[in-house]
């Protein structure tokens, strides 16, 4: 069974770029979550997306946005990319039942 | 999601059992306890999680006590590659949208 895809593994952007990331979920799975993670705040929880609903929301300004698609794959968009957004951002597939499954992540570097 | 206590740092020699030690003093009653790990700059991996019977698993047994309010993750026998930093993370158990809480977890060091 194939895992948690995330695209790209890596990305260098340019301060005040925007910047999309893209999750493919565990096959059968309909939840998508999305976290970030930086050495000075952890692992943090920036939205979940369930049937292409977005049922659960982080506390994260507006220029974190994301998205889910009828075939449960997800996209994460960052708008004016500040030097503070290079993280490790990662995305989690659940079937709700039993955890999360998360992928390798994208880091994601602002210079 | 009630609050986890985790030690910052442990170290365990290798073929030895390790034993990860969490406090969730706030616990509610439909809260179960999960526990991840994660490796190096790769994402958290799911380990094993309970309600309020021990459970065991391939990679591990959790050891909940009786009153809920703490637990432990037990590898049976450490290896190199267990080295990482375990998270303990209690949450609700639903299919109509939940997040996982991490805290700071606990850097695991398995020694040779």
């Known amino acids: 069974k194939a895992g948690v895809t995330q695209t790209p593994r890596y990305l260098i952007k340019t301060r005040g770029q925007q910047v999309t990331l893209s999750c493919s979920p565990i096959s059968g799975h309909r939840s998508v979550s999305w976290y970030q993670q930086t050495p000075g705040q952890g692992l943090q929880f920036l939205f979940e997306?369930?049937?292409?609903?977005?049922?659960n929301k982080g506390n994260f300004p507006g220029r974190f946005s994301g998205r889910q698609f009828s075939n449960s794959r997800s996209e994460m968009n960052v708008s004016t990319l500040e030097l503070g957004d290079s993280a490790l951002y990662l995305c989690a597939s659940s079937s709700g039942l039993i955890g999360y499954t998360f992928g390798s992540g994208t880091r994601l570097t602002v210079v | 999601d009630a609050k986890t206590t985790q030690p910052p740092s442990m170290d365990c020699a290798e073929g030895r059992a390790a034993n990860l030690p969490c406090n969730h003093s706030?616990?509610?009653?439909?809260?179960?306890v999960y526990w991840y790990r994660q490796i190096h700059s790769q994402g958290p991996q799911y380990i094993i999680h309970?309600?309020?019977n021990n459970e065991t698993n391939e990679m591990a047994s959790l050891i909940i006590t009786e009153d809920r309010k703490s637990s432990t993750l037990i590898l049976p026998h450490a290896t190199l590659r267990d080295t990482a930093v375990y998270y303990c993370i209690v949450r609700v158990e639903e299919t109509s949208g939940s997040r996982l809480t991490f805290g700071e977890g606990t850097q695991l060091t398995v020694n040779p």
């Open positions: 706030t616990i509610s009653g439909n809260e179960y």
């Open positions: 309970g309600l309020k």
């Open positions: 997306y369930f049937s292409e609903t977005q049922r």
